[in-house]
């Protein structure tokens, strides 16, 4: 074992004061853990501009989190009038994205996909791209962020906290929307934003369906031991690390206890830096036994290609054709 290894954390640490959480009782903690308080149905929203073409109306709009930052987002709609209910889903994209790209007017894969939440939009879905808490269009550097993540726990707020009640808000508005189906709101997102997509909808249980693309979902256990030995520890940064949740359960009793019965599908490459294999190939059954005990083991589903951590067009189409799939059963 390196020095560094021993000397960030032992390999056979163990919670401090276990607190073994009943299935019934997960979601209401782990809302408890994030900080996260109830997200009203009515959201204050401006706009900021509209305008129409490729057969769609694209909206810029902004709203506040609770801490009063401002979260911009764009909303794009198609205009075939034939569908009067159509589903929703907000889309969040990485650290380095903004609503801006994903929701650019070119469908490409350049550095990274481009234009994703417009090509949704595009194949009959209304979506809502926002630039979220964390990304690094939204925070001035890493040392503050840092920082605020500090100061914030002793209030018992987080900042992932924060960027699932962004993304829930940006899913209340998309719901209140003409033409959405309320009933039918979906998240999805990359990187942070697929932290805010697994996150969001295990504390919401009216989120309707989600895809996290390198999601970081699996096992925050092994994400800890995995990067320490690494010496990558800093991949990371604070938010992603929620105060005592190991006293009470780790991602395969979340997504087990609050998922089913919705569609839920895990994008999960097999060498995601962010996310040891171990971790996903440990949650699998757990959560699969979930969903077969709901009598619906078709809507749990994960993906596990080849590769690191990235979004490219084949992780999208999956994506897609699952919203596709579950918005006809």
Request: with cysteine; charged share 20%.
């Amino acid at each position: 074992m390196s020095p560094l290894t021993q000397s960030v954390i032992p390999k056979d640490i163990r919670p401090a004061y276990p607190d073994a959480t009943p299935a019934a009782a997960v979601r209401s903690k782990l809302v408890e853990l994030l900080g996260l308080e109830e997200v009203p149905a009515a959201i204050e929203y401006t706009i900021e501009g509209r305008q129409e073409e490729d057969g769609l109306c694209t909206t810029r709009i902004r709203y506040e989190n609770s801490l009063g930052e401002t979260v911009p987002g764009i909303l794009t709609v198609p205009r075939e009038e034939s569908v009067h209910q159509r589903p929703g889903i907000v889309c969040v994209p990485g650290t380095g994205g903004t609503a801006d790209e994903i929701a650019h007017p070119r469908f490409s894969m350049e550095r990274k996909l481009m234009g994703w939440a417009r090509e949704l939009a595009r194949r009959g879905f209304a979506t809502l791209a926002i630039s979220p808490k964390g990304c690094e269009m939204r925070r001035s550097s890493l040392a503050e962020w840092a920082t605020e993540n500090k100061l914030l726990v002793p209030y018992g707020r987080t900042q992932m906290g924060v960027l699932v009640e962004e993304t829930l808000k940006g899913a209340r508005l998309l719901a209140a929307t003409p033409g959405i189906d309320p009933n039918r709101i979906g998240l999805t997102g990359m990187s942070l934003g697929g932290n805010a997509t697994w996150y969001a909808m295990a504390c919401a249980p009216w989120i309707w369906a989600g895809v996290p693309v390198c999601g970081g979902v699996g096992s925050m256990a092994r994400v800890i031991h995995h990067t320490a030995a690494d010496h990558t520890a800093d991949r990371h940064s604070a938010y992603y690390f929620i105060p005592h949740l190991l006293r009470h359960f780790d991602h395969a009793a979340i997504v087990a206890a609050c998922m089913p019965p919705r569609p839920f599908m895990m994008i999960a490459p097999t060498e995601d830096e962010d996310m040891p294999r171990e971790g996903v190939d440990e949650l699998i059954p757990v959560v699969s036994e979930a969903y077969a005990e709901a009598g619906c083991p078709e809507r749990f589903q994960v993906r596990q290609p080849e590769g690191n951590h990235a979004f490219l067009v084949e992780y999208f189409e999956w994506m897609a054709d699952w919203f596709r799939l579950a918005s006809r059963s």
